[in-house]
């Protein structure tokens, strides 16, 4: 699909410890009417995941997915290496991009998440949060989600 093999081949080249990804997604909602009686019958789904990259040029580069989980399914299948962190930073985040991805990640990979914390906030917004030297190896090696609370 739409220069996927491209962006799994320079991740796969990408020599530092976390790469910057810019994502987006699209979504279709149906059963809205009936919904507002059966608040279970109304759902949203993530039908494309467009995910931006810079490969030393001005201008991104741009891959489309279907998901996360294909996205995450074609990494593993490129062999891409394990200790490659991906930070995403997602556009109109605040409002569903990122729900949909820690949603997602919960429902296909099982996958923790944790807010992150911020030395900013005070001890009642950083009672449950981790602070990325906690995060055991073990953790690591199965897959944690830290998230970033933080609105710029």
Do not use: W
């Not at 996205?71 to 985040?93: M, T």
């Not at 807010?115 to 917004?125: G, M, Q």
Request: proline share 2%.
């Amino acid at each position: 699909m739409h220069h996927q093999s491209e962006l799994l081949d320079f991740l796969k080249k990408f020599k530092g410890k976390k790469v910057s990804l810019y994502a987006d997604i699209e979504t279709f909602t149906c059963n809205k009417e009936e919904g507002i009686e059966h608040p279970s019958k109304y759902h949203s789904f993530t039908y494309s995941l467009a995910i931006a990259y810079f490969n030393n040029d001005d201008f991104p580069k741009v891959a489309v997915f279907n998901n996360f989980y294909d996205f995450f399914e074609k990494v593993k299948q490129r062999k891409i290496r394990k200790s490659l962190s991906f930070d995403f930073i997602f556009h109109n985040g605040e409002k569903f991009d990122n729900h949909f991805f820690i949603e997602e990640m919960q429902s296909y990979y099982n996958l923790p998440v944790y807010t992150e914390y911020n030395k900013n906030a005070n001890n009642t917004a950083n009672k449950d949060t981790r602070k990325k030297g906690t995060i055991e190896t073990e953790e690591k090696k199965y897959g944690l989600v830290l998230e970033s609370r933080i609105k710029s």
